[in-house]
Each structure stands twice: as structure tokens, then as C-alpha cells.
């Protein structure tokens, strides 16, 4: 249902750094992010990302990682980094939508761009131009900073036949792939990944898009749910 766009990594960053860091030559550096730690593929990525900002900078730039959880919730990493509490965080830009529905674009559309696509869009054809323009309302300046692939409709505790099996379904389903399910007749959640199999085990909800194949497995979202589309 959802190609992925920078699919569920992208990070930003806002232009505070302390002063007495770069006096002395050294910058500190958080990153605050949406992804449990050492979550495969988005946690992971996550912290190579920091490692490597470490690693290009021989030092000078010293990267401190908090996962979420570990400074604020999964998704307070927004309003963290635009009030200046931290210079940088690694999340999904659909997850702003509310902020202002531009964000989800610079994440994934239902039915959209594909990997390379996007990559092409934000790097050649002025993806990343509007994104700035974006950005500097909140104070931000946004890179990609990873792509998970095309993603799956996702899992479902009924078999879905037609649209009409879609309606009153309690669907974790955040961006523009939730509003989307909303005029089906569905209702979308935004739940973090640390509550999304629990909440489909007890049938708070009735079904969860996540990433793939691999990190699904992860999440062990074939316990929770019998269908897969």
C-alpha cells in the first residue's frame, strides 16, 4: 500500500551548537531518535549514522546517541529538536504531519515514488529545496539519512476482499497512507513500533502497516496477526 520515500529514516537538524564546544575546537553533537536501540535496520541505522558523524569528523564532532525512550518519546524527537533542546534527531518526517501536512512527503506516499526515485526527486529535481523551505519554518534543515525499501500494506487480524472489509478497522497507519484509510472508512493510530505489537495482540487494534518482510519478522508481527498483504 505504501512506497516508501525516505521510508521510515529521515533526520534533521537545527543549527544550535554550544558556544564553549566550539571554542574548543569540538562540537557536541545529540541525536535523538525514534527507534528503540539497537532496533534492526531503523535503530541500527540510527547509530551507525552516529558513529560515522563521529568517525568523518576524526572526533572533532562528539556524537552523543539517545534511542527512544532514553531522553524523550519516540515521537517528542520534533518539537525536541525545534526548541533547541538538541541539534539533531533521525525519525520519519510522516510522523509531523500534523505539524503541517508537507512532511509527509518527504517520507513515503501511498502508491508513490520508489527508492531510487525519491533519492533522484531530493537530490536532482528540487525535493530537497522544498524540504529546506520546509524546514526553516521550524527552524530545521533536513537530510535524508536512510530508505527502508518499499513497504507492505501490512498485517491484519480479518481477511480483507473488498473495500467494504476496510470499514471501522482500527489500523495503526500514520502519514498520508492514514488519511488515505480514513476515507476507506478505517480508523488510523499513530502507535510507536514498542507498542504496536501488544496493541494487536489485545485487539486494540485491528491490523498495523509496518516496514517489510525483515523487520516485521522482527517485530514478530506473525504471532499478532493471521493475513499479510
Not at 568523518?56 to 562528539?62: E, H, L, P, V, W
Not at 524523550?72 to 541539534?87: I, K, L, Q, W
Not at 533522484?120 to 533536513?142: M, P, R, S, T, Y
Not at 507498542?195 to 522482527?218: M, R
Request: charged letters at 20%; glycine letters at 12%; proline letters at 4%.
Amino acid at each position: 500500500m505504501k512506497n516508501a520515500g525516505l521510508a521510515a529514516e529521515g533526520a534533521a537538524a537545527s543549527s544550535t551548537l554550544a558556544a564553549s564546544a566550539i571554542a574548543q575546537n569540538r562540537i557536541d553533537m545529540t541525536i535523538v531518535s525514534s527507534w528503540p536501540r539497537d532496533f534492526p535496520g531503523l535503530g541500527t541505522g540510527a547509530q551507525r549514522l552516529a558513529k560515522k558523524i563521529h568517525g568523518t569528523s576524526d572526533g572533532r564532532i562528539n556524537v552523543k546517541y539517545f534511542a527512544s525512550g532514553e531522553r524523550v518519546r519516540a515521537f517528542d524527537v520534533f518539537d525536541e529538536v525545534a526548541s533547541g533542546n538538541a541539534p539533531a534527531y533521525h525519525s520519519a518526517d510522516y510522523y509531523w504531519k500534523g505539524k503541517h501536512a508537507a512532511w509527509a512527503y518527504f517520507t513515503t506516499v501511498p502508491f508513490g515514488l520508489t527508492t531510487s526515485e525519491i533519492s533522484a526527486w531530493i537530490n536532482h529535481l528540487g525535493g530537497q529545496q522544498l524540504w529546506d523551505k520546509l524546514g526553516v519554518e521550524f527552524g530545521l534543515k533536513c537530510l535524508p539519512a536512510g530508505n527502508t525499501g518499499a513497504q507492505m500494506g501490512g498485517w491484519f487480524n480479518k481477511e480483507i476482499n473488498s473495500a467494504d472489509d476496510l470499514k471501522d478497522l482500527k489500523i495503526r497507519i500514520p502519514g498520508l497512507g492514514g488519511d488515505v484509510m480514513s476515507k476507506l472508512g478505517s480508523s488510523p493510530i499513530s502507535l510507536p513500533d514498542g507498542q504496536i505489537y501488544e496493541n494487536l495482540v489485545s485487539g486494540s487494534i485491528d491490523a498495523t502497516e509496518w516496514v517489510g518482510p525483515w523487520n516485521d519478522y522482527a517485530m514478530k508481527f506473525y504471532e499478532a496477526a493471521k493475513y499479510y498483504y
